[in-house]
């Protein structure tokens, strides 16, 4: 059994309605280091997955995607959500001919959960914000920590209270509280 504080179950709350909302296509979760984030993605994933939308897990980075692959195997999440992917990888394809890569469309009802998004570059941001635009009823969950290290490239200030293209949204929510135990 999951044991979560009230205010996980809030933020929870907050994502599942999010998920059933007819409109909005993306959303913020925030929250520092062991402050649960990973847990509590799980248990979005399963809830989008139980919804019927295609659960997709990405990263900015090989290495974050491998990291996200090691927890969701331990927890079984694997079984309903492909291996997590960077998001170059799976948001573009090279074409053969011309040599250029060219941006893949999403299948509908996708529900995208991007974790490590405070790396996210603004060109990233774009293509896979309007990526999920065009697919009917797909959803974008941007999952990060806005204390981390912003990108090499132009950030896209995704996670950035005052910045981010999502500022102010009503599904927007932010874990406070570090739950990580000493190990």
Do not use: C
């Amino acid at each position: 059994d999951l044991l979560i504080t009230t205010h996980q179950e809030t933020f929870l709350e907050n994502k599942a309605a999010f998920l059933r909302d007819k409109v909005a296509w993306g959303a913020e979760a925030q929250g520092t280091a062991g402050s649960g984030k990973t847990t509590i993605a799980e248990n979005i994933i399963r809830y989008a997955h139980h919804l019927e939308y295609l659960p997709v897990v990405l990263a900015p980075t090989n290495r974050a995607a491998n990291v996200l692959h090691q927890k969701f195997s331990s927890t079984g999440l694997n079984k309903i959500v492909e291996r997590p992917s960077t998001i170059h990888k799976w948001l573009y394809t090279l074409d053969q001919d011309t040599g250029v890569w060219e941006r893949n469309s999403i299948p509908e009802k996708t529900f995208i959960l991007l974790d490590e998004s405070s790396m996210l570059a603004l060109e990233q941001y774009t293509h896979l914000s309007d990526a999920v635009k065009e697919s009917k009823g797909s959803k974008i969950l941007f999952v990060g920590d806005n204390f981390q290290l912003p990108p090499v490239e132009k950030p896209s200030f995704i996670l950035d209270p005052e910045q981010s293209p999502l500022a102010g949204g009503n599904f927007n929510a932010k874990l406070t509280a570090v739950m990580r135990q000493a190990e």
